[in-house]
């Protein structure tokens, strides 16, 4: 038998992240536990879990602990487990530092990090867009190399990460998926403003998002660029300007910030000169 035959997983934390989680490994077949105060499998749908009395029944029984509970209640929850010497416990935090499961190190634990780099708003689409992401894997060797293969066995691309980067690794992920979201927010307002609902402008807007992406995967993030900066079309960077003045200051100064920064970009990409740069840059100076 391998080493991960028969290993048993266990979930303290049954929220989105926690159920998408268990229920893939279930269907990969693992065996799964799951802990939490107020929920029940019939919650789960159609794929069944096993769920555990409490956190310290998890601790007893699973070779391996996730807890899949909120950022700031990772450190408390885990000081309240009895945890067993020789199992391992890991939080799928990506910003909180392993120094949070001192107590389940303390106890002779081995300790990581484990961070799917996806939404997890609704768990049903979650798991099914689980397959290709990112999964962010701190931990010893040996521990290291488990999570590997557990991220693979549910079709997770493995990213060991370096100790101490962990808060600067989970922001940059907040500019491509919160961040777009206040960005279609800012967009569905502005098409409100001329009478279109928010439905129907991410309805609209979201093939042009999609092309975006699959432009920067094909030609890089510089050859991916595209509109009104890239062209050097000083008429219309103004056009833009004055309109989104004119909605208010916040949209004027948004829009600003954005655009200074696809200026690089427009260079790199070799459809911008240099002289028309400095101009469209100076236009898009923040106004006083």
Known sequence: MS?????????IGAGPVGRTLATAFARAGQTVLVAHARL????????????????????????????????????AVCANVRWRSGTSVVHCSGATELAALATAAGAGAAVGGFHPLQMFANPAVALEGLAGCTVGIEAEAELADELDRLGQL???RPLRLPPGVRA???????????????????????????????????????????????AAIDRGLAGGMGGCVARGDLGTVRAHLDAMDALGADEGALYRTLALRTVPLAVERGTLPEARATAIAAMLEPTR
């Open 3 to 11: 080493r991960d035959e028969g290993r048993v997983l266990g979930f």
């Open 40 to 75: 029940r499998a019939t919650d789960e749908g159609p794929q069944a879990l096993t769920w555990a009395e409490s956190p310290d029944a998890i601790a007893e029984r699973a070779d391996l602990t996730f807890l899949t509970v909120p950022d700031d209640h990772i450190a």
């Open 154 to 156: 549910i079709g997770l």
């Open 168 to 214: 600067r690794y989970h922001a940059s992920a907040n500019y491509v998926g919160p961040f777009v979201i206040a960005l279609l927010r800012e967009a569905s307002a502005i098409w409100q403003s001329f009478g279109a609902d928010e439905a129907a402008a991410v309805a609209a807007l979201a093939p042009l998002l999609r092309g975006t992406l699959a």
